[in-house]
């Protein structure tokens, strides 16, 4: 069993930071990509960040030079830094890990629960 806990979301005035950390745990044998969806009222989830098991990262356009994606693979864990928030940055942040649980086997998508970050004055 692999569970992805998220913390970190929350109330904050546009122009301020948050930082999302998402910690994988259970069996866990291998952690390939990692990355961190949204999801605002009425649209579709999309993505917001990836990162690879070597670290290298990509971004979507609206977040570039504001966001910044990292992870701590002794950990299980990946973060996003979120700074310059605005408005439209309010939704549900998902994370999300393509975990092998152990040797040999399949590669598997797993989701967090999602944490709300709400960006408002």
């Known amino acids: 069993q692999v569970q992805l806990v998220e913390s970190g979301g929350g109330l904050v005035q546009p122009g301020g930071s948050l930082r999302l950390s998402c910690a994988a745990s259970?069996?866990?044998?291998?952690?390939?990509?990692m990355g961190w969806y949204r999801q605002a009222p009425g649209k579709q989830r999309e993505l917001v960040a990836g990162?690879?098991?070597?670290?290298?990262?990509n971004y979507a356009d609206s977040v570039k030079g504001r966001f910044t994606i990292s992870r701590d693979n002794a950990k299980n864990t990946v973060y996003l830094q979120m700074n310059s928030l605005k408005p439209e940055d309010t939704a549900v942040y998902y994370c999300?890990?393509?975990?092998?649980?152990?040797?040999?086997?399949?590669?598997?998508?797993?989701w967090g629960q999602g944490t709300q970050v709400t960006v408002s004055s």
């Open positions: 259970g069996s866990i044998f291998r952690i390939n990509n």
């Open positions: 999300n890990a393509e975990i092998s649980p152990r040797l040999g086997a399949y590669t598997y998508d797993y």
């Open positions: 990162i690879t098991s070597g670290g290298s990262t």
